[in-house]
């Protein structure tokens, strides 16, 4: 039987997860696709937005003077909304002319077809709005320094606001202690760093929704692991440590063909292919490391009251208990065709 602090705490883990405005499709980052063409008039324009369902709005887009909107479409798909907006524009457009969106995404890509051949464009937030250049759609070059710091960011947003690759360091950390937390923590990140460079690069190909699918199932597995180790008096032979790092670099990579479906979302600009990954990728590092440390620090707290293994417990029976559920709604997802 589970003593009453783990079922106290467990319960005020399930009422923040059902209280959270967070999706349930925990891996979910918020960018949007753009597609600009002229229409079959003169003067007439045609917008495709694809955005999250989460984010979805029938707020009007910010024209510029002159131009008005004149017929909008919005189709629901699964957890994305696609919208199909005309606009006629009276003459041409000032060099500075843009479209100010109403949906606050991250970033995505814009891909304009006004002059002439299709160019495509990486595209940063600006507070809650993306700006879409009209006159010039050429992607510009931007300094290291700048690319550095906005995909370091990215990594860092990405990390952090993905459950379940949280969940998983959760377990990591609820495992092992000292030198093997490192190792794991490490192989890991190796595991994650390795499938990302190689799906980004199309090295390899894997369809999304069952990755997904496995990566919910991991959180569960090593939740299960390390409740299993704590109730065998927590001591690890050298045949179980070896098993564990190869389950967990396994693991590793499929975490990291999740990363790289974002980092293409995000539309990097050919030019910065190789900075974007190195960059992303360590800030996905970054971001790792502070949850560790946050997730330490909790427990050398709980540990001053000598609660620490109630709240290991608890916080272990959370994961395995969230991880089953997602594995089982991206199942039925992707098998129904709406994932």
Avoid at 277 to 294: D, I, R
Wanted: glycine share 10%; proline share 6%.
């Amino acid at each position: 039987m589970w003593s009453p602090d783990v079922l106290r705490f467990l319960a005020v883990l399930l009422l923040a997860l059902g209280l959270s405005p967070a999706p349930a499709m925990a891996d979910v980052f918020r960018v949007g696709e753009f597609t600009l063409q002229r229409g079959s008039d003169p003067g007439t324009y045609e917008l495709t937005a694809s955005v999250p369902n989460v984010l979805a709005s029938n707020d009007a887009l910010g024209l510029p003077t002159g131009c008005a909107e004149t017929d909008r479409e919005r189709f629901v798909e699964a957890v994305v909304v696609r919208y199909a907006i005309r606009f006629t524009c009276q003459g041409g457009f000032p060099p500075e002319a843009q479209i100010v969106t109403p949906w606050g995404v991250d970033g995505g890509t814009f891909t304009s077809a006004l002059g002439g051949a299709m160019v495509k464009m990486p595209l940063q937030s600006d507070g809650d709005r993306l700006l879409l250049p009209l006159a010039d759609t050429a992607p510009q070059a931007r300094p290291l320094p700048e690319v550095a710091r906005y995909y370091t960011v990215e990594g860092v947003v990405h990390i952090l606001g993905g459950w379940d690759h949280l969940c998983f360091v959760l377990c990591l950390c609820l495992l092992a202690r000292g030198r093997f937390l490192l190792a794991l923590v490490t192989t890991f990140t190796l595991g994650h760093s390795l499938s990302l460079a190689l799906a980004f690069f199309d090295v390899i190909h894997v369809p999304v929704p069952p990755v997904e699918a496995v990566i919910a199932l991991s959180i569960a597995f090593m939740a299960r692991e390390a409740i299993m180790t704590r109730q065998n008096g927590g001591e690890i032979d050298p045949a179980q440590r070896r098993r564990q790092l190869a389950v967990v670099a396994g693991f590793g990579l499929l975490h990291g063909l999740g990363f790289a479906t974002v980092l293409r979302e995000l539309g990097v600009a050919p030019g910065e292919r190789a900075s974007g990954l190195l960059f992303f990728n360590a800030g996905v590092e970054l971001g790792q490391l502070l949850f560790v440390s946050a997730v330490l620090g909790v427990m050398a707290v709980a540990g001053i009251f000598d609660r620490s293994e109630p709240v290991r417990r608890a916080a272990l029976y959370f994961a395995g208990i969230v991880g089953c559920f997602w594995a089982i709604e991206r199942v039925a997802g992707f098998s129904l065709g709406i994932a």
